[in-house]
C-alpha cells in the first residue's frame, strides 16, 4: 500500500470498512445495511482515500453525488464539506457552485456567523466556532479570496470567544481553541501562543479541558493539529500511538474512546490522520 501508516493499523481493514459502505450512488453511508448516503460519511471517505493517496472508486459517481448534494436546505457545515470534498476529487469548477449557498447561510459583513444553525459534525453540541471554520476549509480549498473587511471581521467574531491563551464559552476547549487558531492563520493572521493543548495532554491522548479524564479522539485529533500548526511537539508520542492504535475496531473502522463505541467514517478519518501527524513530529 505503501503508506507508513500500516506498520502501525491494519489498513487493509480500514479500506474494506470504507468500500463496503459505498452504494451504488457514489455515496457512503457509516452503517452498511442502509443506503442513507450523505454528505458528511462520503468526505470522510474522500479524506481517508486522499490522506492514503489512493483513488476514490469509480470517482465520478462520488463528484455527482457531492455536486447533487449541494441544495439550500443543507446545513452550511455539510455544504462546505462538499465543496472541500469536490475539490479534493478534482472538480473545482463544480465545488465553486457552492459557494452562493454558502453566502446565503453565513454572511460576516451582516455579522451572520450560522450559530446554531445544525449540521454538526462533532460528538455532542456545534461549537459557536464550527462554521466559520468548516466555511474557511472550504474556501481554502477553491481558492477563494475574502475582502479585508471580510476577514476583519470574521477575526473579531473569534476573538469573542477568547479566554486567556486559548478559546471556549464558558471555559477554552480544545475544539474551539482548534478551530480559532485554524480560522486566524486562514485569515491571514498572526496565531497567538497558547499551552492549552499541553495542558490538556495525557499519558495516552489529550482531553478536551485541562487537567481532566478520559482522553478522547476529537480533542486528541484537534490538539496535535493545533501543536503542529504552532511548531510544537507532544510531549508522549509513544503513548499518543498506542492510544490511536486501540481505538481500531475488528471491522477495520475506529471508534472515539477506549472504553466502548461503534466504528464510523470521522472517527477512523481522524484517528489517521492523527496517527500521520504523530508520526510527522
Not at 192 to 208: A, D, I, L, M, S
Request: include cysteine.
Amino acid at each position: 500500500m505503501g503508506s507508513k501508516l500500516e506498520d502501525y493499523v491494519n489498513l487493509r481493514g480500514v479500506l474494506k470498512y470504507i468500500e463496503e459502505r459505498r452504494h451504488e450512488d457514489g455515496g457512503y453511508c457509516f452503517v452498511s445495511l442502509l443506503n442513507e448516503t450523505n454528505i458528511n460519511d462520503t468526505y470522510y471517505a474522500v479524506k481517508i482515500y486522499d490522506l492514503l493517496g489512493m483513488e476514490v472508486s469509480e470517482k465520478e459517481k462520488t463528484i455527482r453525488f457531492l455536486h447533487n448534494s449541494l441544495k439550500p436546505q443543507q446545513a452550511v457545515v455539510a455544504i462546505s464539506m462538499a465543496v472541500e470534498g469536490l475539490a479534493i476529487l478534482g472538480a473545482k469548477d463544480l465545488a465553486k457552485e457552492g459557494l452562493s449557498l454558502v453566502f446565503k447561510k453565513y454572511k460576516p459583513l451582516e455579522g451572520e456567523f450560522a450559530v446554531g444553525l445544525g449540521g454538526s459534525e462533532e460528538f455532542g453540541t456545534a461549537t459557536p466556532l464550527e462554521a466559520t471554520y468548516w466555511v474557511l476549509r472550504a474556501f481554502k480549498a477553491v481558492d477563494y479570496r475574502l475582502s479585508s473587511e471580510e476577514k476583519e471581521r470574521i477575526k473579531n467574531f473569534v476573538e469573542n470567544f477568547r479566554k486567556g491563551n486559548a478559546y471556549g464559552v464558558n471555559q477554552a476547549t480544545t475544539t474551539m481553541t482548534y478551530q480559532a487558531i485554524f480560522a486566524l492563520n486562514s485569515l491571514g493572521y498572526e496565531v497567538p501562543k497558547t499551552k492549552h493543548f499541553h495542558r490538556c495532554e495525557v499519558y495516552g491522548g489529550f482531553t478536551e479541558v485541562p487537567y481532566s479524564l478520559p482522553p478522547y479522539l476529537e480533542p486528541t485529533f484537534y490538539a496535535l493539529r493545533g501543536l503542529k500548526l504552532l511548531g510544537e511537539k507532544p510531549r508522549y508520542v509513544k503513548s499518543h500511538i498506542q492510544f490511536i492504535r486501540t481505538l481500531q475496531n475488528p471491522n477495520g473502522g475506529f471508534r472515539r474512546s477506549l472504553e466502548m463505541g461503534i466504528s464510523n467514517f470521522q472517527n477512523t478519518y481522524r484517528a489517521l490522520r492523527t496517527l500521520d501527524d504523530i508520526l510527522s513530529f
